[in-house]
C-alpha cells in the first residue's frame, strides 16, 4: 500500500489547515489510521489515530481539541482538519496505516505503511 499525503501549507498562527491521506493502489484490507509529525533533530510524534472502523481516536495533549482525525469513504482515506494553529505545529507531517489486529497505541516502528510527508508551516 503506498499513501500518499497532501495539504500542507503555509498559515497564520491560529489558521486552519486540513490534511488528506489516499492510497495510491487498490487494497482490500482495512487499516488503523495516523497522522505523525516530526521536527528536525526529535523523534516522530503521534498526533492523532483512528481505528479501521473510525469508531475510536487518540490525540495527544498537545492537540487535543484543536486536531481531528476522520475517515473518507474510500477505504483507508484519512483527514486531519487542524484549527487553532500554532508555529509550534510547524513540521512534516506523515500518515501511516497499521494493519487493524494492532492496538490503537502502537510504537511508529509497528506501522506498515508510511506516506511521503506533507509541510505544515505556521507563521507567527
Known amino acids: 500500500v503506498q499513501l500518499q499525503a497532501s495539504g500542507g501549507g503555509l498559515v497564520q498562527a491560529g489558521g486552519s489547515l486540513r490534511l488528506s491521506c489516499a492510497p495510491s493502489?487498490?487494497?482490500?484490507?482495512?487499516?488503523?489510521m495516523g497522522w505523525f509529525r516530526q521536527a528536525p533533530g526529535k523523534g516522530r510524534e503521534r498526533v492523532a489515530v483512528i481505528t479501521s472502523t473510525g469508531g475510536r481516536t487518540y490525540y495527544p495533549d498537545s492537540v487535543k481539541g484543536r486536531f481531528t482525525i476522520s475517515r473518507g469513504n474510500a477505504k483507508n482515506t484519512v483527514y486531519l482538519q487542524m484549527n487553532s494553529l500554532k508555529p509550534e505545529d510547524s513540521t512534516v507531517y506523515y500518515c501511516?496505516?497499521?494493519?487493524?489486529?494492532?492496538?490503537?497505541?502502537?510504537?511508529?516502528?509497528?506501522?506498515?505503511?508510511w506516506g511521503q510527508g506533507t509541510l505544515v508551516t505556521v507563521s507567527s
Open positions: 493502489g487498490r487494497t482490500s484490507s482495512s487499516y488503523n
Open positions: 501511516a496505516a497499521a494493519r487493524a489486529w494492532k492496538s490503537l497505541m502502537v510504537v511508529s516502528t509497528e506501522y506498515d505503511y
